[in-house]
Nanobody, 122 residues
């Protein structure tokens, strides 16, 4: 089946940058959307950004607009999340997932990676 593997998490100081990678293990047919989510202890999983793999469409949640950029390298079958200007409130486990509609609602995504921890210190 489809596997998603996240990497690139780590610990940075506020204002720093990280680039997360979501490697897609195979061609997964009709799931043309990849989204990044994050979840911190005691909070619901939050949609960060989604990208349409076969067209120039993407969107972000308001809290990361202007700081985060989602992109796709089709040759490497990888979706990236470039995170700049990181804040302590960005601390969370970050997940990527596949879906069939442009959405930041985690209920619309079926296949998930294992997550990668991002910690931002003040």
């Amino acid at each position: 089946g489809v596997q998603l593997v996240e990497s690139g998490g780590g610990s940075v100081q506020a204002g720093g940058s990280l680039r997360l990678s979501c490697e897609i293990d195979r061609d997964f047919g009709g799931d043309n959307y990849i989204a990044w989510f994050r979840q911190s202890p005691g909070r619901e999983r939050e949609g960060i950004a989604w990208i349409y793999l076969t067209g120039p469409f993407r969107d972000y949640t308001d809290s990361v607009k202007g700081r985060f950029t989602i992109s796709h390298n089709s040759a490497q079958n990888t979706v990236y999340l470039q995170m700049n200007g990181l804040k302590p409130e960005d601390t969370a486990v970050y997940y990527c997932a596949t879906g069939r509609r442009p959405s930041l609602d985690p209920r619309h995504y079926l296949i998930w990676g294992q997550g990668t921890q991002v910690t931002v210190s003040s």
